[in-house]
């Protein structure tokens, strides 16, 4: 599985963004999908996931309740749909795959990695 994020942009704080993840193949379904970013200086950090199905997410403390994770199958997509974006926030935004478990995706330890995505939120 191949994965291209984009979406990503300049935003000022309370402003929204939503970011896309393309994915290539026939098997997309398949996966358990996840977001996560990482800041300078920083380690790279968990910020949401999806099961195969759609049926079951999981978010990071720090997004619940401003971000919501959501794909479509029929076009092989995952979304991040960010609101009430903080400073804090910023951070290039990866979208990861993996076909054995949510939690699996949840811990990082995942089977495919995207390039990244920028975003900026401004003060």
């Known amino acids: 599985v191949q994965l291209q994020a984009s979406g990503g942009g300049l935003v000022q704080a309370g402003g929204s963004l939503r970011l896309s993840c393309a994915a290539s193949?026939?098997?997309?379904?398949?996966?358990?999908m996840g977001w996560f970013r990482q800041a300078p200086g920083r380690e790279r950090e968990f910020v949401a996931a999806?099961?195969?199905?759609?049926?079951?997410?999981y978010y990071a403390d720090s997004v619940k309740g401003r971000f919501t994770i959501a794909r479509d199958n029929a076009k092989n997509t995952v979304y991040l749909q960010m609101n009430s974006l903080k400073p804090e926030d910023t951070a290039v935004y990866y979208c990861?795959?993996?076909?054995?478990?949510?939690?699996?995706?949840?811990?990082?330890?995942?089977?495919?990695w995207g390039k990244g995505t920028q975003v900026t939120v401004s003060s």
């Open positions: 193949g026939r098997t997309f379904s398949r996966y358990h």
């Open positions: 990861a795959a993996d076909y054995g478990s949510l939690s699996t995706v949840v811990s990082g330890a995942v089977d495919y």
């Open positions: 999806i099961s195969r199905s759609g049926g079951s997410t």
